[in-house]
């Protein structure tokens, strides 16, 4: 960033776009980073905005997002509405000055993001995807074992998430125009970025989607198998689905597989067992972040004060997103004709 853009010299002042279910999550976390962030939130619904000051101490509440990204106090804005809106705020925020950090999924497609891209390059200013889960304790744990060679080199990986959780009627979720699209997209995105973050990165990605089920009132689209290929020709496979159910609602087990041992871990990053160079022991990755939230703030903050791009930047996200194309393409092609291309 140049020397135009001053760097706050107290907190970081950020504005939430939004105040739904996102906002309450982020809030909750940010509370033990009151020193480094203060907090306004912004609502179509002002009340609804000053409620949620009141209840995480904020600083301010708007009942316009406009008014939130216009205002000079403002340093960034956390965009925390459904994916269809993400591009339009983003652009208002980056062309206002603004440091940006967008919830994943942060766009609908690669168009879009290129778009950011162009407009972040433009405003010269900080702009981090909110994907929380590559700062979780256990994604920086098995990315530290994997650069440490303890299971020799990855031939195979091996991502399940399985559980049974149906959306209401009334979610948005379930209108594919507000949320980019089914299930997968909205939130399997999170375990494809692990899956594309761990050191090799993956170079082909084929999608398998089964049909969905068309009673009660979550009928998206719920479940993918995903194929891939590392660009180390290790392969892999995502088991996600989110309407097949699993032990203690939410316990599963995923593996890496080394030459010379195995990584195996619960999904959710309770625990991970390593057997391997150095011997068999157990890693506790820590719980006290264990969603990566505040680590992800972290990173923020550190962006806009030293001027660097945060470790979730929009070139990281599109990675991820030119991957989700390729499996669409394929989920969506008739059988016998799903090559990448």
Not at 69 to 87: G, K, M, T
Not at 212 to 229: H, I, L, N, Q, T
Not at 239 to 262: A, H, M, N, W
Request: glycine fraction near 8%; include cysteine; charge should be positive.
């Amino acid at each position: 960033m140049t020397a135009a853009h001053a760097m706050p010299t107290g907190p970081v002042h950020v504005a939430f776009l939004g105040c739904g279910f996102i906002t309450d999550v982020h809030s909750r976390q940010l509370k033990r980073l009151r020193d480094e962030v203060v907090c306004s939130y912004a609502s179509r619904n002002g009340e609804k905005a000053e409620q949620y000051r009141r209840r995480y101490l904020g600083v301010g509440s708007y009942d316009r997002y406009s008014a939130a990204i216009n205002d000079p106090s403002v340093h960034a804005v956390v965009i925390a509405v459904p994916p269809r809106f993400h591009l339009e705020l983003t652009e208002q925020a980056l062309a206002a000055g603004k440091h940006v950090l967008v919830e994943k999924p942060a766009y609908t497609s690669t168009a879009d993001y290129l778009r950011v891209q162009a407009a972040r390059a433009r405003a010269d200013r900080v702009l981090l995807v909110g994907e929380n889960d590559h700062y979780k304790p256990l994604a920086v744990c098995l990315r530290r074992l994997l650069r440490d060679g303890v299971i020799g080199d990855l031939l195979l990986a091996h991502f399940t998430t399985l559980l049974k959780r149906f959306k209401s009627a009334d979610d948005w979720r379930n209108d594919e125009s507000m949320a980019g699209g089914d299930a997968f997209f909205e939130e399997g995105i999170h375990w494809l970025h692990i899956a594309n973050s761990l050191g090799p990165v993956i170079t082909q990605a084929y999608g398998f989607r089964p049909p969905p089920a068309r009673e009660g009132p979550d009928r998206r689209a719920k479940s993918m198998f995903v194929a891939f290929r590392y660009d180390n020709a290790a392969a892999g496979s995502l088991y996600y689905s989110r309407e097949v159910p699993s032990l203690f609602r939410g316990l599963r087990f995923s593996k890496l597989f080394g030459r010379d041992g195995i990584i195996t871990f619960e999904s959710n990053g309770a625990a991970v067992l390593v057997r391997g160079l150095g011997g068999p022991r157990v890693i506790l990755p820590g719980f006290r972040d264990i969603r990566g939230y505040q680590a992800m703030y972290r990173d923020f903050v550190g962006a806009i004060r030293d001027g660097r791009a945060p470790e979730m930047s929009i070139e990281t996200a599109l990675a991820d997103q030119r991957l989700m194309d390729q499996i669409y393409a394929t989920a969506d092609a008739p059988p016998g004709d799903s090559q990448v291309q």
